[in-house]
C-alpha cells in the first residue's frame, strides 16, 4: 500500500478549528475525563431542562446499557430549525437540487420553520402520537428532511427505508418496527427515470398493513389513492395550522430507527436516542468537515442511509448550515454532474462515497476538468475503504490537490463518524482513516480478544461508549448484546478489521469475515482489490477466498474493466503480474472473473458474500439478496465463473 504522506497545507491549519496540539490536548480529555469533556460539548446545542449527568455507560456483557445525558431534555426540530430563527431566519437551511438540472430551490431557515411545523400538524391529524414509528419511503425531496424534523418535534419515531428497496424489503421493515403511518411520494426520479414509490407501498401494505399513508406529490403520475387510508400531503397541509409547539424530550427518548444496509446478513434495526445521538452528530459535522457560518455543504448520500440522518439533516442542520440536498444519481445527465452542482452552488465542502468516486475515475478525466471546482475547500469519503487510486484520483483531478481529503469511517450503529482526519490537524496518508475523533478509545485485539499493541493487524474494537452510539437493536435487545458485545466480552465489536501503522494511523482493511488466509498468510481482501484497481485499465474489484487443496484458501477476483477495455486472457497474466509486483506472489489471484457488474447493496457496497457464494460453487444458498440493487448481475456472475479445477 502507498503510504505516502500529505502534511496539513499551512493555510488549511490557519483556517481550521483545531490544529495538530489542539487535537492532541482535546482528545487526551475527551478519554481522560469523559463527564468533564462531553459535560461541557454537550452545551453545544439548547437543551429544554439541562441534564445534570453525562456518561452512564456498562459494556458489561451480562448488562449492556448506554445512557448519555440521561436526565437533560430538549427537542431536535427545536435544534435544527427553531433556535436559528433569530440570528439566520433569512440563511439557506437546505438548497434542494433536482434529478433534472433545471429543477433547483431554495429553502431559507424561515421557510423551513414553516415547513416543519405544517407537516408536525398533518402528523397529528393522522393520529400520529409521540413514540408512535413513522416509516418514510422518500425520493431525495425536502419534504424528506420536514418529515424527518416533523417527526422529532412531536416525538414520533421516524424509520426511513431507502426509495430503492422492492416492496418486501419495505414490508419486513414496516412490520419489524410496528409503524402505523408511512410517508412516500407518488414517484421519484432518479437519472432521469421514474420510481414507483407508490405502487410499491401498496403492494407493501397488502403484507404489512398500516393506518395511514400520507403521499407527497412530486411528479403527477398515475397512482391509486385507497380513501380511508390514503391522502395527499398538500391536501391535508391545507387544512392544518403552521404551529406545533416541539414535543419536551428526555435525552434517551427514540429519535429513529434505521436498518443497516446488508452487506453481512440480515439487516438490523439500529435504535438511535436524542440527545447524545444530536451532540455527536452535530460536534462532529462541525470538526471533521471543519465547517464554518456561511459554507455550503454538500454530502450525496441518500437520507435512506445513516450518512443522510447525520451528515445531511440533522448535523448540518443542529449548527445552522446550509445543506445540498441532490434528487439525482452522479451519472445523469453526464459524468459531470456532481462537479456541475458544485460550480452552480458554489459548495465548499463535498462528501460521497469511493463507489461513487471509483465509477467517475471510470468515465473519464475530461468529465471533471471541463468543470471550475474552485468553491471546493473539503473532500470527504464513507462507506468503504477508499483504495489509494482512487483516494489519489479524488485528490489530483478532483481537488486539484488543493483539497485535504476526510476518510470518515464509522458505522449506521455508531450514529456518527468515529475514525477520521481533522483537516487542520492530521497528515493524511491514502487509504487510512487516520485517527480517532474524540472520546473514541479504538483498539485492535487477535481472535482470543487479546489486545494488540503498536504496529499490527486484527479485529477493530471501541472500548468504551461516545454519544453517538446505538442503544439497541429495535424490540430486540439481546440481538444488540449478541451482535456487537459477546464477540470480545466487554468490548464493543465493530466487525471490521482493522490495521494500526508505526504513526498510530488506522487501516480499515474491510469486514473481519472478509479476510482470507492463504497458505497461513492473513490478508485483508481491501489490500489485493487496490493492487488491482491501481491497475490502469481495471475499474472495479472485489476479491474472496475460496477453498484451496494446496493453500488452504485461494485468492478469487472479481474484476470490472474501464471503459472500452477487452477482457483477454492475456490481460488476466497481465493483472496477476501486476499485483505480483504491488504486494508480492502471495497475494497473486488464482483465479480471475472479468465482470461487467458487481453484487452492490443499494447504498453501493460490494455484497463480498454472494461473491464468496459464487466462488465457493454454492449458488442454493446465496442468503438474503433482498438488499440487492440489481439481482440479475448475480445470474450472470454465476454463468461466467471460473473453474477451481
Ligand atoms: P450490515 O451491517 O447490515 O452488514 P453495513 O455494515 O454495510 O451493513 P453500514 O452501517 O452502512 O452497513 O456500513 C458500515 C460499514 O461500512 C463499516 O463497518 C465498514 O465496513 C464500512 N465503512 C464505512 N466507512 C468506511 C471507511 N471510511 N473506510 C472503510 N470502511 C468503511
Ligand atoms: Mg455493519
Not at 79 to 99: F, K, S, Y
Amino acid at each position: 500500500m502507498s503510504d505516502s504522506i500529505f502534511p496539513v497545507p499551512a493555510e488549511v491549519a490557519a483556517h481550521a478549528h483545531v490544529d495538530n496540539s489542539k487535537y492532541l490536548e482535546m482528545y487526551q480529555q475527551s478519554v481522560e475525563n469523559p463527564d468533564g469533556f462531553w459535560g461541557e460539548h454537550g452545551k453545544r446545542i439548547d437543551w429544554i431542562k439541562p441534564y445534570t449527568k453525562v456518561k452512564n455507560t456498562s459494556y458489561d456483557y451480562h448488562n449492556v446499557d448506554i445512557k448519555w445525558f440521561e436526565d437533560g431534555t430538549l427537542n431536535v426540530s427545536a435544534n435544527c430549525v427553531d433556535r436559528h430563527l433569530e440570528t439566520r431566519g433569512d440563511q439557506p437551511a437546505i438548497i434542494w437540487e433536482g434529478d433534472d438540472p433545471s429543477e433547483s430551490k431554495v429553502i431559507t431557515y424561515k421557510q423551513l420553520h414553516h415547513e416543519v411545523n405544517v407537516f408536525a400538524n398533518v402528523l397529528h391529524a393522522q393520529g400520529v402520537k409521540k413514540g408512535d414509528r413513522v416509516t418514510l419511503y422518500m425520493p431525495m425531496i425536502p419534504e424528506a428532511a420536514y418529515a424527518m424534523l416533523a417527526c422529532a418535534r412531536i416525538g414520533a419515531v421516524h424509520s426511513i427505508v431507502f426509495g430503492g428497496f422492492s416492496p418486501d424489503s419495505l414490508a419486513q421493515r414496516i412490520e419489524g418496527c410496528t409503524s402505523k403511518c408511512i410517508i412516500t411520494a407518488d414517484e421519484g426520479l432518479r437519472g432521469g427515470r421514474k420510481v414507483p414509490l407508490k405502487a410499491n407501498v401498496d403492494k407493501a401494505v397488502e403484507k404489512s398493513p398500516v393506518d395511514s399513508v400520507i403521499v407527497v406529490k412530486r411528479t403527477g403520475g398515475d397512482i391509486t389513492m385507497t380513501s380511508g387510508r390514503d391522502v395527499w400531503y398538500h391536501e391535508e397541509a391545507d387544512r392544518v395550522s403552521d404551529h406545533c409547539e416541539p414535543v419536551e424530550m428526555n435525552a434517551e427518548d427514540p429519535l429513529f430507527i434505521l436498518y443497516t444496509s446488508g452487506s453481512t446478513g440480515q439487516p438490523k434495526g439500529v435504535l438511535h436516542t436524542t440527545g447524545g445521538y444530536l451532540v455527536y452528530a452535530s460536534m462532529t459535522h462541525e470538526y471533521v468537515f471543519d465547517y464554518h457560518e456561511g459554507d455550503v455543504y454538500w454530502c450525496t448520500a441518500d437520507v435512506g442511509w445513516v450518512t443522510g440522518h447525520s451528515y445531511i439533516v440533522y448535523g448540518p442542520l443542529a449548527n445552522g448550515a446550509t445543506t445540498l440536498m441532490f434528487e439525482g444519481v452522479p451519472t445523469y445527465p453526464s459524468p459531470s454532474r456532481f462537479w456541475d452542482v458544485c460550480d452552480k452552488h458554489s459548495v465548499n465542502i463535498f462528501y460521497t462515497a469511493p463507489t461513487a468516486i471509483r465509477a467517475l475515475m471510470g468515465a473519464g478525466d475530461e468529465h471533471v476538468t471541463k468543470t471550475s471546482r474552485k468553491s471546493l475547500r473539503l473532500l470527504g469519503s464513507v462507506g468503504e475503504p477508499i483504495n489509494p487510486e482512487a483516494w489519489n484520483w479524488y485528490y489530483n483531478v478532483i481537488g486539484d490537490q488543493r483539497c485535504p481529503i476526510v476518510d470518515t469511517w464509522w458505522q449506521t450503529e455508531t450514529g456518527g463518524i468515529l475514525i477520521t482526519p481533522l483537516p487542520g490537524a492530521t497528515a493524511l496518508k491514502p487509504g487510512s482513516a487516520t485517527r480517532p475523533f474524540f472520546g473514541v478509545q479504538p483498539a485492535i485485539v487477535d481472535a482470543d480478544g487479546k489486545f494488540l499493541d503498536g504496529a499490527v493487524e486484527g479485529n477493530l474494537v471501541i472500548t468504551d461508549s461516545w454519544p453517538g452510539q446505538m442503544r439497541s437493536v429495535y424490540g430486540d435487545h439481546e440481538r444488540f448484546v449478541q451482535t456487537y458485545f459477546a464477540t470480545y466480552k466487554g468490548l464493543y465489536f465493530t466487525g471490521d478489521g482493522c490495521r494500526r501503522d508505526e504513526d498510530g494511523y488506522y487501516w480499515i482493511t474491510g469486514r473481519v469475515d472478509d479476510v482470507i488466509n492463504v497458505s497461513g498468510h492473513r490478508m485483508g481482501t481491501a489490500e489485493v482489490e487496490s493492487a488491482l484497481v491501481a491497475h490502469p485499465k481495471v475499474s472495479e474489484a472485489a476479491v474472496v477466498g475460496y477453498p484451496h487443496d494446496i493453500k488452504g484458501q485461494g485468492i478469487y477476483a472479481y474484476v470490472t474493466l474501464m471503459e472500452g477495455e477487452e477482457p483477454t486472457d492475456a490481460l488476466k497474466k497481465e493483472l496477476v503480474t501486476h499485483v505480483r509486483s504491488e504486494i508480492g506472489p502471495i497475494a497473486s489471484p488464482d483465479l480471475i472473473q472479468f465482470s461487467p457488474g458487481l453484487p452492490k447493496t443499494r447504498s453501493g457496497k460490494i455484497m463480498r458474500r454472494i461473491l464468496r457464494k459464487i466462488a465457493e460453487d454454492s449458488f442454493d444458498n446465496l442468503g438474503d439478496t433482498s438488499t440487492l440493487a440489481d439481482p440479475a448481475v448475480v445470474d450472470d456472475l454465476i454463468d461466467n465463473r471460473q473453474n477451481r479445477g
